[in-house]
C-alpha cells in the first residue's frame, strides 16, 4: 500500500522555534541573569558591610578589653589616687585629679605632641585623650618578713636613703601560703630599677614608694628563688626624685616596719597618628589604639636599658578616637550622684566642653569612676554610607571630612562607618 506524504502544515510545527519565540526566550533569560546577578551584588555588599561592622565591633572589644582590665586594676599594691597635699598654689608636681597616682588623663591632646617626646616618633592623635593608669598589675603582691626591714634615714650618713627587706617563697613561717618571687628576681638579675610600693604593718594609709636597687640585692637561686633580700633607696637613685614625689615628697616617717610591697607599674594608653604612608602627614590617617610603659612618673621607656617598643604596643587598627570622662564626688558628704547635664551638679570631669579640670572642685574631689570610649571605623569605604559631618563624643567634637577630602586629615572621611563602645569601670581599690 503506498504512502502518502506528511501534510506540510505539521512539517512546519515541528521543525524549530521562530525567531519571535528565540527573541522572547533570549528576552526572559537576560530578565532572570540581570535579577540573579542584582541579589548576587546586593547580598556581596551585604556581606562586606557585615564583614566590615563585624570587625569593627572585634576591634572595638579588642581596644577596650586590656585597657578596662588594666584600668579595674588601678591602684593595686596600695598605690593611692592622690597625694594628699594643700590645693593650689601648692607646689609641682600635684597629683591630683584629674592627674592623679594611679589614674590620670591628657585630655584632647593638642597637634603635634609625642609620646616618646624628645625622640618625636610617635605622634598622639590630635583631639584624643590619654589615659594613664598606675599599680601592681602583672607581678604579685607579697609579704615582708617580720624583723627584716631597715632604712637609714639620717642625713649625712654614708647609707643614708638606702634600706632593704626580705622575702621568702612563703608568706610567713608556719604560714605555708606560696609568694612567686620569680618576676622579682628576673628584674633584679636585668637591673632593672623599678618602682615599689611599700607598705606599713600598722595602717594601710602608710605606704612608700621607692627604687629597687639590683646590686645591693641578693638572690638565693634565680632559677627557682625562695630568699631575697630586696635593697631599695628613696634618695640619690635614678627616679627616686620622682618615686618620692609619688610620697608627699619626702619619707614617710610613720613607716617604720613594712608589710607587704609589690612592683609598680605605668601603662599609658593613646592613639597613635599612623599614616597609610609611613612619615607622610599629607596621606590618609590609619590610627591605631596603642600601649606604652614607662618607669612610673618618668617619661624612660621600661626596660635595661629602656626599650623604644615600650613606647608603642599595638592593640587595635583604626580607632579614631579615645575619650576618657572622670567620675568624681566633687566635695561634702553627698553621695556621687551621675549627672551629665552640665549643670553645677555635674560629676563628670571631661564629659563637657566648658569643664575645667584646675577648678579646686575636682582637684579636692575623690574618684570613683572611669568611663572609657572608644570609636572605631570600617577598613574599607562604603560607597553607599555617609556618616554625619560632625562628631561629638565627651567633650571632643570634631568634623568629619568630606568623602575623597584626602590628605592631612586627623580623622577618616564620611564614608567610612564608624561604631562607639563605652565602658563604666568602678575603681575598686582606690579609696
Not at 165 to 190: E, R, T, Y
Not at 243 to 261: D, H, M, P, R, V
Not at 305 to 327: C, K, S
Not at 329 to 350: H, I, K, R
Request: net charge negative.
Amino acid at each position: 500500500m503506498p504512502r502518502h506524504p506528511m501534510p506540510a502544515s505539521r512539517r512546519t510545527h515541528e521543525s524549530g522555534f521562530s525567531l519571535i519565540e528565540m527573541v522572547i526566550a533570549l528576552m526572559v533569560l537576560v530578565i532572570v541573569l540581570v535579577g540573579a546577578l542584582t541579589l548576587f551584588d546586593l547580598a556581596s555588599r551585604v556581606s562586606r558591610v557585615q564583614v566590615d561592622v563585624a570587625d569593627m565591633q572585634q576591634s572595638l572589644r579588642t581596644a577596650q578589653y586590656d585597657m578596662v582590665r588594666i584600668l579595674r586594676m588601678a591602684g593595686r599594691g596600695h598605690v593611692p589616687t592622690q597625694v594628699a597635699q594643700p590645693l593650689p598654689p601648692a607646689a609641682a608636681p600635684f597629683w591630683s585629679v584629674p592627674n592623679g597616682i594611679a589614674v590620670a588623663v591628657r585630655n584632647n591632646v593638642a597637634a603635634n605632641k609625642f609620646m616618646d617626646d624628645p625622640a618625636n616618633t610617635k605622634r598622639i592623635l590630635a583631639g584624643t585623650d590619654v589615659l594613664t593608669v598606675r599599680g601592681v598589675f602583672t607581678s604579685p603582691v607579697c609579704t615582708v618578713m617580720d624583723g627584716t626591714f631597715t632604712v637609714d634615714k639620717t642625713l649625712g650618713s654614708p647609707t643614708y636613703g638606702q634600706g632593704s627587706f626580705q622575702v621568702a617563697n612563703i608568706m610567713k613561717p608556719n604560714v605555708p601560703v606560696p609568694q612567686n618571687l620569680k618576676h622579682l628576681a628576673d628584674s633584679i638579675a636585668a637591673g632593672i630599677k623599678e618602682g615599689l610600693v611599700l607598705v606599713s604593718s600598722e595602717d594601710d594609709s602608710i605606704y612608700q614608694i621607692v627604687e629597687l636597687d639590683p646590686p645591693r640585692s641578693v638572690v638565693d637561686n634565680p632559677a627557682n628563688p625562695a630568699l631575697i633580700t630586696v635593697g631599695f633607696r628613696f634618695d640619690g637613685g635614678t627616679n627616686t626624685a620622682t618615686f618620692l614625689a609619688f610620697s608627699s615628697g619626702t619619707w614617710n616617717g610613720k613607716l617604720k616596719e613594712a608589710a607587704y610591697f609589690g612592683i609598680m607599674e605605668e601603662y599609658r594608653f593613646y592613639v597613635l597618628d599612623e599614616r597609610e604612608t609611613p612619615g607622610d602627614a599629607t596621606t590618609a590617617a590609619k590610627p591605631r589604639l596603642v600601649r606604652a610603659q614607662t618607669f612610673p612618673g618618668t617619661d624612660q621607656p621600661y626596660g635595661n636599658p629602656g626599650d623604644p617598643a615600650n613606647w608603642a604596643v599595638a592593640m587595635a587598627d583604626n580607632v579614631a578616637d579615645l575619650q576618657i570622662a572622670l567620675g568624681v564626688q566633687s566635695g561634702g558628704a553627698s553621695p556621687f550622684t551621675v549627672d551629665e547635664n552640665g549643670t553645677a551638679g555635674d560629676e563628670w570631669l571631661f564629659n563637657n566642653a566648658g569643664d575645667n579640670s584646675a577648678d579646686n572642685k575636682w582637684r579636692g574631689g575623690r574618684l570613683y569612676y572611669v568611663r572609657v570610649s572608644t570609636t572605631t571605623f570600617a577598613e574599607r569605604r562604603d560607597k553607599d554610607y555617609e556618616s554625619p559631618a560632625n562628631v561629638t563624643l565627651e567633650d571632643h567634637t570634631y568634623a568629619v571630612p568630606d568623602f575623597g577630602s584626602g590628605g592631612g586629615v586627623a580623622t577618616p572621611d564620611r564614608a567610612y562607618r564608624r561604631r562607639t563602645l563605652r565602658t563604666l569601670v568602678d575603681l575598686r581599690n582606690i579609696t
